[in-house]
């Protein structure tokens, strides 16, 4: 596992977090506020996405990848 079970979790409730308040923000806030959470928003996603792929590459282990190609690398 890439990332640890607890650290998803507040990963998660942060992202949950970001979601209301940019809810809230583009009602009563700046755009550059709305702007900036939204850009904390891709950044927290960007987690999620990397142990998703972090914890693919485990499942294939560490075979050579290049294997297949006759090693060329």
């Known amino acids: 596992m890439a990332l640890s079970d607890s650290v998803m979790d507040s990963v998660k409730e942060a992202e949950s977090s970001i979601r209301n308040a940019i809810a809230f923000a583009a009602r009563n806030e700046k755009p ?6 939204t850009k904390i928003l891709m950044d ?30």
Request: with cysteine; glycine share 8%; charged share 20%.
């Open 44 to 73: 927290i996603e960007s987690i999620s996405a990397y142990n998703n792929v972090a914890d693919k590459l485990e499942e294939l282990g560490n075979d050579d990848p290049f294997k297949n190609y006759g090693g060329l690398l």
């Open 32 to 37: 550059i506020v709305c702007s900036t959470l």
